[in-house]
């Protein structure tokens, strides 16, 4: 009996100091992703993706690429997480690109007014149900509100504000948005996190499916796994990840 208990307890101890270490790799998915109306001033160019950074602290050897666009989607901290240590990321963030931002459920737990000034010391464009036209370039970022706040209007209104033109790549925290979208929208790429894959997954399973990408009608759809936790610093079955999107045409 005693020798049982001992087992189990050795057994919870490593899988438990193995859900910590996990949670705090720093792992960067580089993938290419083609698209034939890709126009071709946006050929190579990549976007390094990063969301649901919650209460981790981004290594400074986190990426060596240099990407041209950076994309907080959302969660970028929550309620407790010190204001050094947003600054601190930001910072971390700002020494490799520009920088944009769109709301998570969790960053409503902090200051907004805090918030805001932290993304004008940084540099940080934030998108609130916006279109944001790329200077000189043909693509167009649209980003909008966490879909569980009252502050998202109908997806319509934004849209209509984005010429048919443009590249348009959605960065929206919560990947419930693909089934907000009006059938005759032309996004060709949604960027999401939120469900952190589940973040804990038993044999497989886990309160949400883990993080990856999909397409549906002609969309890509990135749903990650996120760089940070939440409650817990645990994780199994669902490694945290960030993104380096390098964008190609499909010939």
Not at 18 to 42: K, Q
Not at 57 to 68: C, F, G, Q, T
Not at 102 to 123: A, I, K, M, T
Request: with cysteine; glycine share 8%.
């Amino acid at each position: 009996m005693i020798i049982s208990v001992c087992i189990i307890l050795i057994i919870g101890i490593c899988l438990t100091i193995y859900m910590v270490r996990t949670a705090f790799e720093d792992n960067v998915c580089t993938e290419v992703l083609l698209f034939e109306n890709l126009p071709h001033s946006l050929e190579g160019k990549s976007i390094f993706f990063i969301s649901d950074i919650h209460r981790r602290k981004i290594s400074s050897d986190l990426l060596n690429e240099k990407p041209d666009w950076i994309v907080i989607g959302g969660d970028l901290a929550e309620k407790g997480v010190p204001y050094s240590r947003i600054a601190y990321n930001l910072s971390i963030l700002k020494a490799i690109a520009p920088i944009y931002f769109v709301w998570g459920n969790n960053d409503y737990e902090l200051s907004e007014e805090q918030l805001r000034e932290h993304f004008v010391r940084f540099n940080v464009r934030e998108l609130k149900n916006e279109v944001y036209e790329m200077p000189n370039k043909e693509l167009a970022f649209i980003g909008v509100d966490d879909v569980t706040t009252q502050e998202l209007p109908p997806i319509e209104s934004i849209l209509e504000n984005a010429e048919p033109n443009k590249f348009q790549i959605m960065l929206s925290h919560n990947p419930a948005i693909l089934e907000m979208l009006p059938e005759d929208h032309q996004i060709s790429l949604i960027l999401s996190g939120h469900t952190h894959g589940g973040q804990i997954r038993i044999f497989g399973l886990g309160p949400y499916k883990k993080g990856g990408m999909s397409v549906r009608n002609g969309t890509r759809l990135l749903v990650s796994n996120g760089y940070g936790t939440s409650l817990l610093p645990l994780r199994l079955g669902a490694k945290p990840e960030t993104h380096l999107l390098i964008l190609k045409k499909d010939e």
